[in-house]
Nanobody, 126 residues
Framework: QVQLVESGGGLVQAGGSLRLSCAASGRTFSSFAMGWFRQAPGKEREFVAA????????YYADSVKGRFTISRDNAKNTVYLQMSSLKPEDTAVYYC???????????????????WGQGTQVTVSS
């Protein structure tokens, strides 16, 4: 497994931006596809974005497409989520996750991921 630590959450006004980071340790980072998920109070955890091992493939939820960008730096063992044009409905705890077993596609389901971070709170005020 790999250990994941998220950072960069906080309080921001609607229309603002935040960049989340997820630092990985314990295993070869480039062997993992990486994803971001979020969970709002009373709701199920939902997919936000994912990126392939090389960074050449990305996939986004329709709700964030065009506003969020996922990227990774394998030399720094870090995956990022740049969030722009934030909306109050983006308020949630954001989790990064690592998947070692899926190949040939970018995974988008929570059950496909093996390791999870502790989450970072993002609050968007109206």
């Amino acid at each position: 497994q790999v250990q994941l630590v998220e950072s960069g959450g906080g309080l921001v006004q609607a229309g603002g931006s935040l960049r989340l980071s997820c630092a990985a340790s314990g295993r070869t980072f480039s062997s993992f596809a990486m994803g971001w998920f979020r969970q709002a109070p009373g709701k199920e955890r939902e997919f936000v974005a994912a990126i392939s091992r090389s960074g050449g493939g990305t996939y986004y939820a329709d709700s964030v497409k065009g506003r969020f960008t996922i990227s990774r730096d394998n030399a720094k063992n870090t995956v990022y989520l740049q969030m722009s044009s934030l909306k109050p409905e983006d308020t949630a705890v954001y989790y990064c996750a690592a998947d070692q077993t899926s190949w040939g596609y970018v995974p988008a389901k929570p059950k496909e991921y093996d390791s999870w971070g502790q989450g970072t709170q993002v609050t968007v005020s109206s």
